[in-house]
């Protein structure tokens, strides 16, 4: 393989990866914008049936990891975009260090992002056995919200692992001899 088509390869890698990080970043966005709207905006919910239960979204260490993650998603994504424009510039000189950094900085996010995501679900899952299957209207919404919100940061984690995968075939070769 000659430079010309290997510096093709990695040009059109290095386009693929922008574009999944400006839609990874799209996906956060929208997810944090439901999430921050629909549910940490309530106040509370209170039910009068039996027993009177007050359910107060903003407390939730769930929903607070989950909007952490979130912010942390984006900054990385935004972070990505810059080096790898910057990468497209230098025309890769001094870009082993970057690609290094590119590489294990989507895995750590990725992984931080599929926590999240579950986080999310566990919240949602421990809100729905607090008030029981008497659900209000009201209450099922928010939480249909709050999990389309966690589906939304699961499908950013799968944009963020799928440029890991595609930053790992742009990493610096090494030679499979070691010397003693």
Same mark, same amino acid.
């Given at each position: 393989?000659?430079? @010309?088509?290997? =510096? ?9 990866t922008i574009v999944l990080r400006f839609i990874t970043i799209a996906l956060l ?5 439901? %999430?921050?709207?629909?549910? +940490? ?5 209170? $039910? ?6 007050? &359910? ?6 769930? #929903?607070? #990891?989950?909007?952490?993650?979130? %912010? ?10 810059? +080096?790898?424009?910057?990468? +497209? ?9 970057? +690609? %290094? ?8 996010i990725s992984y931080l992002l599929v926590s999240g995501a579950i986080g999310g679900?566990?919240? $949602? ?15 099922? =919404?928010? %939480? ?8 939304? &940061? &699961? &499908? ?6 799928? =440029?890991?995968?595609?930053?790992? #075939? ?6 499979? $001899? @070691?010397?003693?």
């Amino acid at each position: 393989m000659d430079s @010309t088509s290997s =510096s093709n390869i990695s040009w059109k890698l290095a386009i693929a990866t922008i574009v999944l990080r400006f839609i990874t970043i799209a996906l956060l966005s929208v997810s944090f914008t439901i %999430l921050n709207d629909d549910i +940490l905006g309530t106040k509370y919910y209170r $039910t009068y049936d039996d027993r009177s239960k007050t &359910l107060q979204f903003r407390d939730t260490a769930g #929903y607070q #990891y989950m909007v952490a993650t979130i %912010l942390l998603g984006i900054a990385h994504s935004v972070v990505q975009i810059v +080096l790898a424009i910057y990468l +497209l510039i230098r025309k890769n000189k001094d870009a082993n260090k970057l +690609l %290094l950094f590119q590489f294990y900085g989507d895995k750590v996010i990725s992984y931080l992002l599929v926590s999240g995501a579950i986080g999310g679900y566990i919240a $949602t899952d421990d809100k729905e056995e607090f008030f029981g299957k008497k659900n209000h209207d009201q209450i099922k =919404s928010t %939480l249909n919200k709050s999990n389309s919100s966690a589906t939304l &940061l &699961l &499908l950013g984690f799968i944009c963020t692992a799928v =440029s890991s995968v595609i930053s790992s #075939y742009t990493l610096p070769k090494r030679s499979s $001899t @070691t010397t003693v």
